[in-house]
């Protein structure tokens, strides 16, 4: 059975403007720093994960190295981590995140809460089901589609 081509361009479009206004959300919340999506997922992961190479950054927020490293660069000018060399593999830079990124993370996180609670209790009971059953499907979709993984 053939997918309605018309159906696919309308949830591209949808997904699209879902990313731009996730990224504005998230360069909007009134903390202290202004991060981009990116950044702030990398601190995320530095934060619940523990120290990680730039590469695995790299990785976890699918993007280049170079980028990762432009990333962590900008998280080390603002204080919220740092970065060592491995000590067993002097090639490997990990990074780490301070106490000032721990306070940054946890702000963003508890600023990014409120703003989404708010933005659900505007949804009725069956819209924000709704929701939920397509993230669910889309996140399932995504974790066992073919591509880069």
């Known amino acids: 059975m053939e997918k309605d081509h ?9 997904l699209v403007e879902f990313m731009r206004q996730g990224d504005q959300v998230v360069t909007s919340l009134p903390v202290g720093e202004r991060l981009s ?3 702030t997922l990398l601190l995320h992961h530095v934060d619940h994960e523990g120290p990680r190479s730039q590469q695995e950054l790299a990785d976890l927020v699918r993007v280049d190295k170079s980028t990762a490293s432009r990333l962590v660069a900008s998280l080390v000018e603002r204080g919220a981590v740092e970065r060592d060399r ?5 090639r490997v830079v990990m990074v780490t995140i301070t106490e000032q990124g721990r306070r940054l993370h946890r702000d963003m996180a508890q600023a990014l809460s409120q703003r989404t609670c708010g933005v659900f209790d505007a ?7 709704a929701l939920a059953t397509g993230l669910e499907a889309l996140l399932a979709a ?4 073919p591509g880069d993984g």
Do not use: Y
Request: hydrophobic share 30%; proline share 4%; net charge negative.
């Open 142 to 145: 995504l974790r066992t589609a």
């Open 86 to 90: 491995d000590p067993g593999n002097r």
């Open 37 to 39: 999506l990116t950044e």
């Open 123 to 129: 949804m009725s009971d069956q819209d924000r089901a």
């Open 6 to 14: 018309g159906e696919h361009e309308h949830l591209n479009a949808l």
